[in-house]
């Protein structure tokens, strides 16, 4: 049975990046202070001191450095924090131990500083490999230096390099993304997502988009052009194991599984979500107010929420039709007893309109299904 | 009684008839001023906010007048749309003056025609008076030629007032107790007492506003209702001020209230004559009219478990409203709910409104229709009001449609404008009366389903509100009329079919498709939207399968937030209606109904 494993993932945030992008609604704080960046390992490892009872003793099996823009890390500061990881928990020998990275803000030592820290996967945030997307992504890289950070990426010895692409601008064709592609697929990432850019409030780009401004591909266009990737994907040989997320097979991220299982994890950092089965709950998206607790040796503000079955079975239900294995009746059933009996004809009706297959047991989404995994969602959940 | 004046005020909507009523009340002492803040005579919130006065009321003010002496003057006031002009004129036959109001920013309006012509009909004295004086940008010039051309009168019996300042209010008392001939009638003869308007009060049932024009009617008399034909007992009567005060008794010219402990407002009837039933008169006063409902919908509730909450509230509206009926009705695609008559559009969407407000219920409202007489093969003749009883016509089965007819008072210009509607409406052209003034009064007979819908708001915007627009219905006409469905993923969906004539089946099967087009929302599958006439598909269209509906990114920090999101989107379906595999907002049922817009 498929089901959260039971170790338990860490996430870091860094909330710093160099310039934020007009999308973003990360919490991260623009430009980046030398003694913020210095102090701020010292603070994860305090909040870490407070939090660890709670987990102590638990087998970690991935830990992920986001953010934010974590390869603006001191590598040293990497190698202690998973010193102190290691010293408190069970940090399996196999964890998958991922950082992401900006192009732009990483050369060859830095890569292999970070490799040598610990760090076994990377994550690339190439976006595009056009400069005239890259610019009105408002991102700090040229096409040249995404390649250059890819080919460092390749030989610096991760054992998984993974890539970021955001599709989704008025600017993009298939033909000029297929010119992009055939490049990208010559350093083999190990995975790449194909993030679709989405208005969120209170971005520039929402601003942009109220005020008249066409700043998404229509409906329609961005359909068919992540219907086109998923042809050249899978003709590649990469599986789409998620909504976004394509991978050669064997190399998915473990961390991000863990999540769509609804695994276990601890967040450190403002903004982090640390989930425990039953409850969840999260630091407040303040790096003021987090630093401040911490220096008085006190938890950061955070809010929390308890999972009853009701959300636990709509998470269980949505996180399960973003991913091609899909929707397993019989687990579902263990989990939260019997399922409503129309799903039976509704799942057969969704698979005939080919969005999947079901065979009286899993609903598995294709590549058109799994884009509209929210729809289905809100469909069987009435 | 030759103390006593009866009078109403008429203005176009806005001139200023609520704040000129309230100057009265509180220069007379009736309501003190913060009272008067409240605008009394408009009480439902409805009211106010549509600007339009539903229900007509009454209130008794008590002058003293510098030279004449004591007065009792009764101001009765008149709801103002189309859809109560029968309302409207009892109001008026209970009075022997109108207060004209004119605005002096904007000057003689539509409404200030059409009042005006209903007052004149009823033979009341008109006291003019322009009204906002006190704006910079009144034109009192301009205004007051305008009404001595209307009314050929002299230019010095116009007031001029501004009530919103209180300047002029005792010139107006004035006239209206000089100008206004006290009423007449024999407070002896047998009791004459008309109904023009009825009130349910929870706690006494109803109580209808009469004018008493002959005899006297004492507390405890047993009474009859002469239409009605259903005896009482006079419990309580009295005059209306703020509340009720009650009096031992209400002589002819007196305006007031009675208690005859009925249950229903049915039973009190606007228009009819109340009367003692020891000594009834034979002589009933004119203009009776029993009120049936003309049009009709489907009233549903959105969720079925307030099936029983919407039947209560229908129970308790129709004991305030004698013009309102529903029955329960099934439909495959809503479930259970209630056919309902209404005098016309805006009555329903009153009703309607009240339903969701005071009674905090979520409704679906089916296109309206108006009632067919159709006789089937077997020579049987049944009265039809809902499209999904019309039957599967053949030629044995004849369709009969009501006509009504209309009175329409244009200026000359919009002469060409209103023909052309009333062809596009099936309108019968019957004769044109010349006024003065370059004024016509048209004459047509209007099928009643060509009117109901937008014809007024039509009328008044080709005229820019200058044509006042009055109709009576008379009689059933055959007609070429077919039921028109919509099918939805192959499969009719009774609530949207409706009943038309043959020759508009075509253009209403594109619009009603097209605007279906509009509003249901892309989902997992096409829908395909048909209409049909029997078995023949006259137009199509289709909705086209959404293709995404996800969020990108959904890691540990996005779940709870993505859970809310999805919540959210349930939500929007849970208002969704599902009918077959394809959900309709509910909306697109009303929004049927303004199809007219696009065009
Ligand atoms: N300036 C000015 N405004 C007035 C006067 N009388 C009424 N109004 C305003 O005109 C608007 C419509 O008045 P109302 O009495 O509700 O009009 P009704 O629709 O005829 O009942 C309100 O905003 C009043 O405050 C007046 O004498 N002068
Ligand atoms: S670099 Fe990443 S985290 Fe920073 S603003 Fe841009 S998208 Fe957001």
């Given at each position: 049975?498929?089901?959260a494993d039971?170790?338990?993932?860490?996430?870091?945030?860094?909330p710093?990046?160099?310039?934020?992008?007009?999308?973003?609604?990360?919490?991260?704080?623009?430009g980046?202070?030398p003694e913020?960046l210095?102090?701020y390992?010292?603070?994860?490892?305090?909040e870490?001191?407070?939090?660890?009872n709670?987990?102590?003793?638990?087998r970690?099996?991935?830990i992920?450095f986001?953010?934010g823009?974590p390869?603006l890390?001191?590598?040293?500061d990497v190698?202690?924090?998973?010193?102190a990881?290691r010293?408190?928990f069970q940090v399996?020998?196999?964890?998958e131990i991922?950082?992401?990275?900006n192009?732009?803000?990483?050369?060859?030592q830095?890569?292999?500083?970070?490799?040598?820290?610990g760090?076994?996967r990377?994550?690339?945030?190439?976006?595009a490999l056009?400069?005239q997307?890259l610019?009105?992504l408002g991102?700090?890289h040229?096409?040249?230096?995404a390649?250059e950070?890819l080919r460092?990426?390749?030989?610096?010895?991760f054992?998984k390099?993974?890539?970021?692409l955001m599709?989704?601008?008025?600017?993009e064709?298939?033909?000029?993304?297929?010119?992009?592609?055939?490049?990208?697929?010559e350093?083999?990432p190990?995975?790449?997502?194909?993030?679709?850019?989405?208005?969120?409030?209170?971005?520039?780009?929402?601003?942009?988009?109220q005020?008249?401004?066409?700043?998404?591909?229509?409906?329609d266009?961005?359909?068919?052009?992540?219907?086109h990737?998923?042809?050249?994907?899978?003709?590649?040989?990469?599986?789409?194991y998620?909504v976004s997320?394509?991978?050669?097979?064997g190399?998915e991220?473990r961390?991000?599984?863990?999540?769509?299982n609804?695994g276990?994890?601890l967040?450190?950092g403002p903004?982090a979500h640390?989930?425990?089965?039953?409850r969840r709950?999260?630091?407040?998206?303040t790096?003021?107010?987090?630093?401040?607790a911490?220096?008085?040796?006190?938890?950061?503000?955070?809010?929390?929420e308890n999972?009853?079955i009701?959300e636990?079975?709509s998470?269980?239900?949505?996180?399960?039709?973003?991913?091609?294995?899909?929707?397993?009746?019989?687990?579902?059933?263990?989990?939260f007893g019997?399922?409503?009996?129309?799903?039976?004809?509704?799942?057969?009706?969704?698979?005939?309109?080919?969005?999947?297959?079901f065979n009286?047991?899993i609903?598995?989404?294709?590549?058109?299904?799994?884009?509209l995994?929210?729809?289905?969602a809100?469909?069987l959940?009435? | 009684?030759?103390n006593?004046r009866?009078?109403c005020?008429i203005?176009?909507?806005?001139h200023g008839?609520s704040?000129?009523?309230?100057?009265?009340?509180?220069?007379?002492?009736?309501?003190?001023?913060q009272?008067?803040?409240?605008?009394v005579l408009d009480n439902?919130?409805?009211?106010?906010e549509?600007?339009?006065?539903?229900?007509?009321?009454?209130?008794t003010?008590?002058?003293?007048d510098?030279e004449?002496g004591?007065?009792v003057?009764?101001?009765?006031?008149?709801?103002?749309?189309?859809d109560?002009?029968y309302?409207v004129s009892?109001?008026?036959?209970?009075?022997?003056?109108?207060l004209?109001?004119?605005?002096a920013?904007?000057?003689?309006?539509a409404?200030t025609?059409?009042?005006?012509?209903?007052?004149?009909g009823?033979?009341?004295?008109?006291?003019?008076?322009i009204?906002k004086i006190?704006l910079?940008?009144?034109q009192l010039?301009?205004?007051i030629?305008?009404?001595?051309?209307?009314l050929?009168?002299?230019?010095?019996?116009?007031l001029?007032?501004s009530?919103?300042?209180?300047?002029g209010?005792?010139?107006?008392?004035?006239?209206v107790?000089?100008?206004?001939?006290?009423?007449?009638?024999?407070?002896?003869a047998p009791?004459?007492?008309l109904?023009?308007?009825?009130?349910?009060?929870?706690?006494?049932?109803a109580?209808?506003?009469?004018?008493?024009?002959?005899?006297?009617?004492?507390?405890g008399?047993p009474?009859?209702?002469?239409?009605?034909?259903k005896?009482y007992?006079a419990?309580e009567?009295?005059t209306?001020?703020?509340?009720?005060?009650?009096k031992?008794?209400?002589?002819?010219?007196?305006?007031g209230?009675?208690?005859p402990?009925?249950?229903n407002?049915?039973e009190?009837?606007?228009?009819?004559?109340?009367?003692?039933?020891?000594?009834p008169?034979?002589?009933?006063?004119?203009?009776?009219?029993?009120?049936?409902p003309?049009?009709?919908?489907?009233?549903?509730p959105?969720?079925?478990?307030?099936?029983?909450?919407?039947?209560?509230?229908l129970?308790k509206?129709?004991l305030?409203?004698a013009?309102?009926?529903w029955?329960?009705?099934?439909s495959?695609?809503l479930?259970?709910?209630?056919r309902?008559?209404f005098?016309?559009?805006?009555?329903?969407?009153?009703?309607?409104e009240?339903l969701?407000r005071?009674?905090?219920?979520n409704l679906?409202?089916?296109?309206?229709?108006?009632?067919?007489?159709v006789?089937?093969?077997?020579?049987q003749?049944?009265l039809?009001?809902?499209?999904a009883?019309m039957?599967?016509l053949?030629?044995?089965?004849?369709v009969e449609?009501?006509f009504?007819?209309a009175e329409?008072?244009?200026?000359?210009?919009?002469?060409?404008a209103?023909?052309?509607?009333?062809l596009?409406?099936?309108?019968v052209?019957?004769?044109?009366?010349?006024?003065?003034?370059?004024?016509q009064?048209?004459?047509?007979?209007?099928?009643l389903a060509?009117?109901?819908?937008d014809?007024?708001?039509?009328l008044?915007?080709?005229s820019?509100?200058?044509a006042?627009?009055?109709?009576?219905?008379?009689?059933?006409?055959?007609?070429d009329?077919i039921r028109?469905d919509?099918?939805?993923n192959?499969e009719?969906?009774d609530?949207?079919s409706?009943?038309v004539?043959?020759?508009?089946?075509?253009?209403?099967?594109?619009r009603?498709?097209?605007?279906?087009?509009?509003?249901?929302p892309?989902?997992?599958?096409?829908?395909?939207i048909?209409?049909?006439i029997?078995?023949k598909?006259?137009?199509?269209?289709?909705?086209?399968?959404?293709?995404?509906?996800?969020?990108?990114?959904?890691?540990g920090g996005?779940?709870?937030?993505?859970?809310?999101?999805?919540?959210?989107?349930r939500?929007g379906?849970r208002?969704?209606?599902?009918?077959?595999?394809v959900?309709?907002p509910?909306?697109?049922?009303?929004a049927?109904?303004?199809?007219?817009?696009?065009?």
């Amino acid at each position: 049975m498929r089901t959260a494993d039971s170790t338990i993932g860490i996430y870091v945030h860094v909330p710093f990046c160099v310039r934020r992008c007009p999308y973003c609604a990360f919490y991260s704080l623009e430009g980046v202070a030398p003694e913020l960046l210095r102090e701020y390992p010292e603070l994860l490892l305090r909040e870490l001191e407070l939090r660890k009872n709670t987990w102590q003793g638990q087998r970690v099996g991935s830990i992920f450095f986001g953010g934010g823009t974590p390869s603006l890390l001191n590598p040293l500061d990497v190698k202690r924090l998973m010193q102190a990881f290691r010293a408190e928990f069970q940090v399996d020998s196999a964890a998958e131990i991922t950082l992401e990275a900006n192009p732009g803000t990483v050369d060859e030592q830095r890569l292999a500083d970070l490799c040598a820290a610990g760090i076994n996967r990377l994550s690339l945030g190439v976006q595009a490999l056009n400069d005239q997307r890259l610019i009105f992504l408002g991102r700090l890289h040229n096409r040249e230096q995404a390649l250059e950070a890819l080919r460092f990426a390749k030989t610096a010895g991760f054992l998984k390099v993974s890539v970021d692409l955001m599709v989704g601008t008025p600017l993009e064709t298939t033909d000029t993304w297929d010119r992009e592609f055939a490049i990208l697929l010559e350093y083999q990432p190990d995975g790449i997502s194909f993030y679709n850019l989405t208005l969120e409030e209170g971005t520039r780009l929402a601003r942009r988009a109220q005020s008249g401004e066409k700043v998404f591909l229509p409906h329609d266009e961005a359909v068919d052009l992540l219907l086109h990737f998923a042809d050249r994907m899978k003709a590649a040989g990469y599986r789409h194991y998620e909504v976004s997320n394509w991978a050669l097979p064997g190399a998915e991220s473990r961390h991000n599984k863990h999540y769509w299982n609804r695994g276990h994890y601890l967040g450190l950092g403002p903004s982090a979500h640390s989930f425990s089965g039953k409850r969840r709950e999260w630091n407040l998206p303040t790096l003021k107010l987090y630093s401040k607790a911490l220096k008085e040796g006190m938890l950061p503000p955070n809010q929390s929420e308890n999972l009853g079955i009701e959300e636990t079975r709509s998470e269980w239900v949505y996180l399960n039709l973003r991913q091609d294995e899909g929707l397993n009746l019989v687990h579902f059933k263990k989990k939260f007893g019997s399922w409503p009996q129309y799903w039976k004809a509704m799942l057969e009706s969704i698979s005939a309109q080919g969005l999947g297959s079901f065979n009286g047991e899993i609903f598995s989404p294709n590549d058109s299904g799994l884009l509209l995994a929210d729809e289905i969602a809100a469909r069987l959940l009435g | 009684m030759q103390n006593i004046r009866n009078f109403c005020i008429i203005a176009h909507i806005d001139h200023g008839k609520s704040t000129l009523a309230d100057r009265l009340l509180e220069i007379t002492g009736t309501i003190s001023s913060q009272q008067a803040h409240g605008q009394v005579l408009d009480n439902m919130d409805l009211e106010q906010e549509r600007g339009i006065t539903i229900k007509a009321h009454a209130v008794t003010m008590n002058y003293q007048d510098p030279e004449l002496g004591a007065f009792v003057l009764n101001l009765i006031d008149t709801p103002g749309h189309v859809d109560f002009t029968y309302e409207v004129s009892r109001s008026l036959a209970a009075c022997e003056g109108a207060l004209l109001i004119v605005d002096a920013s904007q000057g003689v309006q539509a409404q200030t025609l059409s009042n005006l012509y209903l007052a004149l009909g009823h033979d009341l004295t008109i006291i003019p008076v322009i009204n906002k004086i006190d704006l910079p940008s009144a034109q009192l010039d301009v205004t007051i030629a305008q009404i001595v051309d209307l009314l050929g009168c002299e230019a010095s019996e116009i007031l001029a007032v501004s009530a919103k300042q209180g300047l002029g209010i005792p010139e107006v008392l004035s006239a209206v107790v000089r100008r206004i001939p006290a009423p007449k009638g024999d407070p002896t003869a047998p009791v004459r007492a008309l109904i023009f308007d009825s009130i349910f009060d929870t706690y006494r049932g109803a109580v209808p506003y009469i004018r008493v024009f002959d005899g006297t009617l004492r507390k405890g008399m047993p009474i009859l209702f002469v239409h009605n034909q259903k005896q009482y007992q006079a419990e309580e009567l009295g005059t209306m001020t703020l509340g009720r005060r009650p009096k031992e008794s209400l002589s002819a010219g007196e305006v007031g209230y009675i208690i005859p402990g009925c249950k229903n407002v049915r039973e009190t009837r606007v228009g009819d004559t109340i009367t003692g039933a020891r000594e009834p008169t034979d002589n009933p006063l004119p203009g009776y009219k029993l009120v049936k409902p003309m049009v009709f919908a489907g009233l549903y509730p959105a969720a079925s478990e307030d099936y029983t909450n919407l039947r209560d509230s229908l129970e308790k509206l129709a004991l305030n409203d004698a013009s309102f009926t529903w029955e329960p009705e099934t439909s495959m695609a809503l479930g259970f709910g209630f056919r309902c008559g209404f005098l016309g559009l805006l009555h329903m969407e009153v009703v309607q409104e009240r339903l969701e407000r005071e009674f905090n219920l979520n409704l679906i409202t089916t296109l309206p229709t108006v009632e067919y007489q159709v006789t089937l093969e077997d020579g049987q003749v049944v009265l039809i009001e809902s499209p999904a009883k019309m039957p599967v016509l053949s030629r044995q089965v004849t369709v009969e449609e009501p006509f009504i007819s209309a009175e329409i008072i244009t200026p000359a210009e919009y002469f060409g404008a209103i023909m052309k509607l009333a062809l596009d409406r099936r309108g019968v052209y019957k004769s044109t009366e010349y006024l003065e003034g370059n004024r016509q009064t048209l004459h047509y007979d209007f099928p009643l389903a060509e009117v109901i819908y937008d014809f007024y708001d039509r009328l008044k915007s080709i005229s820019r509100g200058y044509a006042s627009l009055d109709y009576e219905f008379i009689g059933y006409r055959q007609s070429d009329i077919i039921r028109l469905d919509i099918m939805l993923n192959g499969e009719i969906v009774d609530a949207l079919s409706i009943i038309v004539h043959k020759d508009k089946a075509f253009e209403w099967g594109q619009r009603l498709t097209s605007k279906l087009k509009e509003l249901i929302p892309r989902q997992l599958f096409d829908v395909a939207i048909q209409a049909s006439i029997g078995s023949k598909i006259i137009a199509r269209t289709n909705v086209r399968a959404l293709r995404k509906n996800v969020t990108a990114k959904c890691y540990g920090g996005d779940i709870t937030r993505k859970r809310k999101l999805l919540e959210k989107q349930r939500e929007g379906k849970r208002r969704m209606k599902q009918i077959g595999s394809v959900e309709i907002p509910q909306e697109a049922f009303m929004a049927l109904l303004r199809v007219d817009d696009d065009r």
